[in-house]
């Protein structure tokens, strides 16, 4: 491991591919889309940045866009990763009545579209996440598609943009 030292996106720009495929796999768990992104540097801008992984999540095929929701947590499990943390944490501490019935919800979701319940959350309290996964799950197969690929573009641009907030981090090499 080394220390980066992030200045933004011109430090982005400098990583070796490797590492960039690596950071952009932190932020989405597609592995086609990190390869693409990372491919496409170096970006001119944030705004350049942010929309080229836009159109690239929005190319994804259905497995890729599979491989992209199997790297995210249920809404109310314990998230495995810093990212997840920081977007659940309006969920810590919910009523219990809340966060099992987000729970038994979750599963019924997981039946019907055989997939993971992704919502950007964002620190929004699970009362919230609750009230639009109840609204979500009356949705067809096709309609939550296009919901969650739009809610993974929000969650990867929130991603990105801290991800370009200059900071200190440890990468491999």
């Not at 996106?9 to 690596?22: H, K």
């Not at 190319?59 to 199997?70: F, G, H, I, Q």
């Amino acid at each position: 491991m080394r220390r980066v030292d992030w200045r933004g996106l011109p430090s982005f720009n400098e990583l070796t591919e490797r590492q960039a495929i690596g950071t952009l796999y932190e932020c989405c768990s597609s592995s086609i889309w990190a390869l693409r992104v990372a491919k496409a540097r170096p970006f001119s801008d944030d705004e350049a940045l942010l929309s080229y992984a836009d159109l690239i999540l929005a190319e994804l095929t259905d497995a890729d866009l599979d491989e992209a929701l199997a790297g995210h947590p249920r809404i109310g499990d314990r998230p495995d990763n810093a990212s997840s943390t920081r977007e659940q944490s309006g969920v810590t501490g919910a009523d219990p009545a809340v966060l099992a019935e987000l729970k038994e919800l979750n599963k019924a979701y997981d039946e019907k579209f055989g997939h993971v319940y992704l919502v950007f959350a964002n620190g929004r309290p699970a009362a919230e996440l609750l009230a639009i996964l109840k609204e979500r799950i009356r949705n067809d197969s096709e309609t939550e598609r296009r919901v969650l690929r739009m809610e993974l573009a929000k969650i990867n641009r929130s991603r990105l943009q801290r991800m370009l907030t200059p900071a200190i981090e440890y990468v491999d090499d």
